[in-house]
């Protein structure tokens, strides 16, 4: 009985760093004021609660051609914003078809932080590998 009491609390507990759709009427003003001070061109805005931040999700077809990340308080961590595969640093590829053999790169995005930093997102199943503006491993996330 125990174990499954705690089975579920690790459940719920991963559940909650999952990115969660959100209505715009929960997200802080402050957040949707510094996106559209900082992105005035993002319309069409679906919003996504992940690891306590908020995620504005925008453009293109599917809605997420670019996703701006900011904290509760409104302050802008990253915007990622959607690359074709081809245009990823050409180590990523290989690094992904020998540590994670037989998986595929399905979408592939831009970073940029606060601080003007670039990386790179290569998403796989099971998560997004991080790399740096060169094209090295960094992490999953």
Known sequence: MKKMF?????LIA?????AQDIKSSAVPKTVKSELMS????????SW????????ANWGGKSGEDNSAMFTPA???IEIVNAIPISSLPASIAPYVAKNYKGTKIKE???VTDAAG???YEAEIKGGDLIFDE???FIKKD
Do not use: C, D, H, Q
Request: proline residues 3%; charged residues 30%.
């Open 38 to 45: 900082k992105f005035p061109k993002a319309t069409k805005v």
């Open 108 to 110: 592939a995005g831009k």
């Open 74 to 76: 409104g302050v802008f």
């Open 14 to 18: 991963a559940g909650s760093l999952k």
């Open 134 to 136: 060169k094209g090295n």
């Open 6 to 10: 705690l089975m579920g609390i690790a």
């Open 48 to 55: 996504e609660k992940e690891k306590g931040n908020y995620e």
């Open 117 to 119: 930093k670039t990386m």
